[in-house]
């Protein structure tokens, strides 16, 4: 069961060119990491202070009094979102790292790619049960890793209100998602 | 330079970080006591003065590059970086970033590695901090710092939450000045 939100389609209309300000920030690199692939390249987004300021501002204003305590990150484009969203919404920041990354005792699960299966772990003790969590990433393509990192959020009792992104690539299937919310960019 | 002997000698939030770290030994390998600055961004209270404190530190210097290594330095870099009206641009392990980069090799424990930055984040003359958890020997910071350097910009500090009272590749910091908020633990007292 798919359910998809675009904040540009309903609630967000009189942020429009606050979100067309953030998107013209995004740079298309033809042919990265391989031949065919038009990545989203979004640190041209960070370095405009006001264009990253105005997609930080945007989630706060989303999430913040939803009684959120946990923002949880995917390694490493999801610690450069994730934190600043953490802190101006009084959660804690949970990042969910490739393996052995994280020290101490972790909790994995693995996921599906082109070409192969892949990991994300996430610390023992982090999130405890009936906390309610958002997970965050740049961008969400086929939501493999999304669905690796609520899995992973569920397995310890957590409730994932929703999973948070800057960009979608909407031409790709996102399957088993219960809410993403994005920005609407493409 | 130590936080608390700069200014903040005292100041009750430096604990709070210390004591929000957590030590995870023989990580990642028998004998090294591992610094885990995860459980201070589970502390919303002591993450927050961590970023404050690089903020009150940073805000009227005229920077506007705040970089960060990959990956603990995403965690701080950007949030310091919003709130100083800087940019943010990552430092990233070799491929990771589309686009043209620069590289600057650096010596490991064993082996060599490298860090790359894209070509055009960063214009000549502009003033810059390096942000990263943890200082050791020092090599990360100073590649970092020659990367920002072959572009012209200039390196005010590198901010570091966590670092060794004597810094043993001090001398490859360049003479950069080097701000750290606490000590490493020695191990866990809880």
Not at chain 1, 35 to 51: C, E, R, S, V, Y
Not at chain 1, 138 to 167: F, K, N, P, S
Not at chain 2, 33 to 48: E, S
Request: glycine residues 10%.
């Amino acid at each position: 069961m798919l359910v998809r939100e675009q904040l540009t389609m309903s609630d967000y209309r009189d942020k429009d060119p606050l979100i067309h300000g953030i998107q013209s920030k995004i740079r298309v690199v033809p042919n990265f990491p391989k031949p065919g692939i038009m990545f989203q390249d979004i640190t041209t987004l960070l370095l405009d202070p006001k264009a990253f300021k105005d997609t930080i501002d945007l989630f706060v204003e989303r999430y913040k009094g939803k009684n959120i305590s946990v923002v949880a990150g995917i390694e490493a484009r999801g610690f450069i979102f994730g934190p600043p969203i953490a802190l101006e919404i009084g959660a804690k920041f949970v990042p969910l790292r490739k393996p052995k990354k994280l020290p101490g005792k972790v909790i994995s699960e693995e996921y599906v790619l082109e070409y192969g299966k892949d990991c994300l772990e996430m610390h023992v003790g982090a999130v405890e049960p009936g906390e309610r969590a958002l997970v965050v990433d740049d961008l969400i393509a086929t939501g493999g890793t999304l669905c690796a990192a609520m899995q992973l959020l569920e397995r310890v009792g957590a409730e994932v209100v929703e999973c948070a992104c800057v960009i979608e690539l909407p031409d790709l299937k996102v399957e088993d998602m219960e809410y993403v919310s994005h920005l609407g960019l493409e | 330079m130590f936080a608390a002997e700069n200014g903040l000698k005292g100041d009750p939030r430096l604990q709070a970080i210390s004591n929000a770290i957590r030590v995870v030994p023989h990580f990642p390998k028998q004998g090294i006591m591992f610094q885990d600055i995860t459980t201070l961004l589970l502390d919303h209270k002591a993450f927050k003065h961590t970023v404050d404190i690089f903020v009150e530190r940073y805000k009227d210097m005229d920077i506007s590059v705040v970089a960060g290594v990959e990956a603990r330095g995403f965690m701080f870099g950007p949030s310091i970086a919003l709130a100083i009206g800087a940019k943010f641009v990552p430092l990233r392990k070799p491929k990771k970033l589309p686009g043209e980069v620069i590289a600057e090799a650096y010596e490991l424990e064993y082996g060599r590695d490298c860090l790359e930055m894209h070509v055009g984040a960063v214009e000549a003359g502009e003033r810059a901090i390096v942000i990263d958890d943890l200082v050791a020997t020092g090599g990360t910071l100073s590649a970092a710092i020659r990367l920002l350097e072959r572009v012209g910009a200039q390196v005010v500090e590198c901010g570091c939450v966590i670092g060794l009272r004597e810094v043993k590749g001090q001398l490859r910091l360049n003479g950069k000045p080097l701000y750290i908020l606490v000590e490493p633990r020695e191990i866990d007292g809880c």
